[in-house]
């Protein structure tokens, strides 16, 4: 996995993060985007805290040593219906 982030400057992940865990956050997402708030909104929240903690280690892991939370992370839902519209969701 070290070979592909180097690489390609990214990992896809998949079935290293518990589903469960990763479908509260999406679906905490979902609900605050209906009542008008941006997903940025979700880290009010334990559910994406969560998430990001059980992928520290693994990160940690990847770089080689520890690694610091860079502050101006952000959260964000696409959209694959509006995207193909043509239309400017985010």
Same mark, same amino acid.
């Given at each position: 996995?070290?070979?592909?982030?180097?690489?390609?400057?990214?990992?896809?992940?998949?079935? !290293?993060?518990? #589903?469960?865990?990763?479908?509260?956050? %999406? +679906?905490?997402?979902?609900?605050? &985007?209906?009542?008008?708030? =941006?997903?940025?909104?979700?880290? !009010?929240?334990? #559910?994406?805290?969560?998430?990001?903690? %059980? +992928?520290?280690?693994?990160?940690? &892991?990847?770089?080689?040593? =520890?690694?610091?939370?860079?502050?101006?992370?952000? #959260?964000?839902?696409?959209?694959?219906? %509006?995207?193909?519209?043509?239309?400017?969701?985010?």
């Amino acid at each position: 996995r070290r070979s592909e982030l180097h690489a390609r400057g990214f990992l896809n992940l998949g079935g !290293v993060l518990p #589903a469960g865990l990763a479908q509260e956050t %999406r +679906a905490l997402i979902s609900a605050l &985007q209906r009542q008008g708030w =941006p997903p940025i909104f979700a880290f !009010v929240y334990d #559910a994406p805290w969560r998430l990001v903690a %059980r +992928a520290w280690t693994l990160v940690e &892991q990847l770089m080689d040593g =520890p690694c610091l939370l860079e502050p101006s992370f952000t #959260a964000f839902q696409l959209n694959h219906a %509006r995207d193909r519209a043509g239309e400017r969701y985010m």
